[in-house]
């Protein structure tokens, strides 16, 4: 396997790095996400005792709420709610291998109109690690990617981790096939100092090795 990025990186700029990475960039100029498709960056980071992780998660809106735009209705609003309360845990939809027990430092969870065009209307982003690229974005519109008036929304959850005692991921498995029925596959991307993985988990076979 071809390596993710220079392994000499540590640190946050992991994450950043492997958002910005040549798989996230392929996956970006697509200007679309593919329905059914999701995908998970983790960043791990050894520290004094345990694991710093940083994730990122971003997942179609029809894959999580069956919509991508505002919710229309009280239903549709009461499910888009339910559905950010959900993964506002991210222990309660993946699990490390080896299992380690993890505290949540942080959860931040939107539902946001495609992320490409999402970034010059959002006030308040405090992203400021996409800051660097995303300048380079915003120079169309939502017609360049022939999305029509409704176009793509997705899900992003990005987290922060410390788990005390996980000295090195090396698997993972999700929950997250069992709380929503619209995901059908997630591509994992794991960066350390040390390696580089990537899985496609599935419905089917929901855990992996890197
Ligand atoms: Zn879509």
Redesign the pocket.
């Known amino acids: 396997m071809k390596p993710i990025l220079p392994l000499a990186l540590a640190g946050p700029a992991l994450l950043a790095a492997a958002l910005a990475g040549p798989a996230s960039a392929q996956m970006r100029s697509a200007g ?4 059914g498709a999701s995908s998970l960056t983790i960043a791990h980071e050894a520290i004094a005792g345990g694991s710093r992780i940083e994730m990122r998660l971003v997942a ?3 894959d999580i709420v069956g919509f ?1 735009r505002a919710p229309l209705s009280a239903e549709e609003r009461q499910r888009l709610d339910a559905a950010l309360a959900v993964l506002e845990d991210p222990l309660a939809v993946l699990g490390f291998v080896p299992q380690a027990s993890c505290t949540v430092v942080s959860a931040e969870v939107r539902f946001t109109e ?1 992320e490409e065009h999402g970034h010059e209307h959002e006030e308040g982003d405090d992203h400021d690690r996409d800051d660097d690229h995303a300048d380079d974005d915003h120079g169309h519109d939502h017609d360049e990617h022939g999305h029509g008036g409704e ?4 899900i992003v959850a990005d987290y922060r981790l410390d788990c005390p005692g996980l000295d090195e991921i090396t698997g993972i498995r999700l929950a997250l096939f069992q709380r929503f029925d619209g995901m059908d596959s997630v591509d994992v991307q794991m960066v350390s100092a040390r390696k580089a993985g990537r899985l496609t988990l599935t419905r089917a076979q929901p855990e992996g090795r890197f």
């Open positions: 679309a996400h593919a329905h179609p809106g029809a991508e495609d176009g793509h929304a997705e």
